[in-house]
C-alpha cells in the first residue's frame, strides 16, 4: 500500500530554514501529484504546495511563493519542501499528499503522511 513518511521538522529560528522530505513508497507514482499540506492548531488545513511526478511541475499558494520550494528526486522516491524565510506563523504540523492528477488538481487526495511539526520561534 502507500506509504507516505515525512522527516526534517524541527525547531528553528525566525528567519531560518527547513528542508522537509516526503518519502514515499507503495506503488509507482507516475502520473500523480505530490502536495504539501499544513496544519496549525485551531485553525484549518492549508494546502501550500504540490509537485507533479512525472515534470515536476509546480504550484504554490500566494502565502509561500518565493519562500518555499518544492521538489522531488524521482530516483529516491522522495519529495522536498525547502523552506526559508521561516516565520512564527509557519508554526503548523506539516503533511505531504498523493494523489492522482485529476483528483489532486481537484483538491482531493487519498494518501496522506502522518506529519512532522514545524516550530519557528520568534
Known amino acids: 500500500q502507500v506509504r507516505l513518511v515525512e522527516s526534517g521538522g524541527g525547531l528553528v529560528q525566525t528567519g531560518g530554514s527547513l528542508r522537509l522530505s516526503c518519502a514515499a513508497s507503495?506503488?509507482?507514482?507516475?502520473?500523480?501529484?505530490m502536495g504539501w499540506f499544513r496544519q496549525a492548531p485551531g485553525k484549518d488545513r492549508e494546502f501550500l504546495a504540490r509537485?507533479?511526478?512525472?515534470?515536476?511541475?509546480?504550484g504554490y499558494t500566494d502565502s509561500v511563493k518565493g519562500r518555499f520550494t518544492t521538489s522531488r528526486d524521482n530516483a529516491e522516491n522522495t519529495v522536498y519542501l525547502q523552506m526559508n524565510s521561516l516565520k512564527p506563523e509557519d508554526t503548523a504540523t506539516y503533511y505531504c499528499a498523493a494523489d492522482t492528477m485529476v483528483r489532486a488538481f481537484a483538491g482531493r487526495y487519498d494518501y496522506w503522511g502522518q506529519g512532522t511539526q514545524v516550530t519557528v520561534s520568534a
Open positions: 509537485i507533479t511526478w512525472n515534470g515536476g511541475s509546480t
Open positions: 507503495g506503488r509507482s507514482f507516475s502520473g500523480y501529484v
